[in-house]
């Protein structure tokens, strides 16, 4: 049993009700005696008696207590209910603790069994080189070899080592470790080296956070490598963080001004970003950087399409178109003549689309959204029917019947001609 009650347990216990005062409580104490004193007590239930009288008694003292030190020597119901909350408080507060620190040990047993499994045993074999690091987790720097121990038998027999690093105590293999010469200095390429292979096999596993962690410091150890600057500038950006995979790109620019790929790569982390006009321009050094490539012509295109400027966007995608049409190309042409009000480019794009691509059913309907808009009613209605084929569209469908129902009209003025 508890041997401190709150102001709630002991009314309760006493079967009081506020206010009350010191009489009250030794009334109600002497009440509950008659009740559950021991030598009244039925066979065998001696025992539930005295713990039951015991409690009474505490409650009752603390009761006291309380009525001794308030005004008046009497405890309102406010002091009571000022009171019990801040039992209760008291309360959660130190099962919040209780809970933490449970939660806390569970922590480090886990841990510990997971990356110390023999702490508890001694080790099998003495060690010889003190220092080493870990090859695979090159970020935990040098740690202190503890001590070598074997699991397994015969051809399965595997070899850990216990290492201390500045993270805690970690169990690796012990081929994964290499050990340190203090005596001779540490190369950058070697730096550069150990980190990228971790990083690749965190990329490989898709863990671009902890693979963009091990690449910077690659870069400290050689801040003008092109390879890790690159790679750095992928894992930040598939890890999410645009600001930091902006200002890695910028340096992989700095590095390598004249290729197209760090242009390319910045134009597109600057569209993820929603910063279109940073996008445009590095969309614009990347044709500079590579004037024949088509794909970069039309990201420049789409780029100025989005930030409204068609006549950019209809020079960029018609140099696009005359390097190498492709479907989307096309169909971003037949959007900015669209826009600009140029039919005929428009119709040529979308024709030409529907060449590149005869199964695109986007294709066919901006070939169709076109045609609408001219007099070719049978040419508009075949490329409805075509969309329609591939995909079941209602913008096409409604499209459609909006044609035909322009058709009579037609042939009854070109019969009354």
Known sequence: MSQFLDIEQSMLLLELEPPFDKRAVQLARRKLAKVWHPDIAPPGKQFEHERHLKAINLAADQLERLAETSRGGKVSRNAVKVSAAAARAARAEAGRRAYEEEERRRAQSTEQQA????????????????????LSYPEWGVGSVIGIYFTGGGDDIQQWARVTFHIGVRTVPAGSLQFVDFSRPDPGAERVERFMTAAKHALAEGNFELAARRLIY????????????????????????????????RDWIWVERERPAPHRTAARIYEDMGSLSQAADAAARETVAAPTDATAWERLGRLQLRRFDRDGAMRSLLRARALAPSEQGLLDLALAANLSGDLGTELSAGEQATRVAPESSAAWSR??????????????????DRALALTNDPEVRNLAEQVRGRLPRELGARTAA
Do not use: I, K
């Not at 508890?120 to 080493?132: E, F, I, L, Q, T």
């Not at 690659?218 to 992928?234: F, H, I, S």
């Open 115 to 134: 990356n110390d499994p023999f702490g508890s045993r001694m080790p099998d074999h003495s060690v010889v080189h003190r220092y080493a690091r870990c």
């Open 218 to 249: 690659a870069r400290d150890a050689e801040p003008g490598n092109a390879q890790v600057l690159r790679l750095m500038t992928t894992a930040l950006w598939q890890a999410g963080d645009y600001s930091a995979a902006a200002r890695a790109v």
């Open 367 to 384: 070939y169709a959204h076109a045609l609408a808009r001219t007099e070719r009613t049978t040419e508009c209605l075949a490329a409805c």
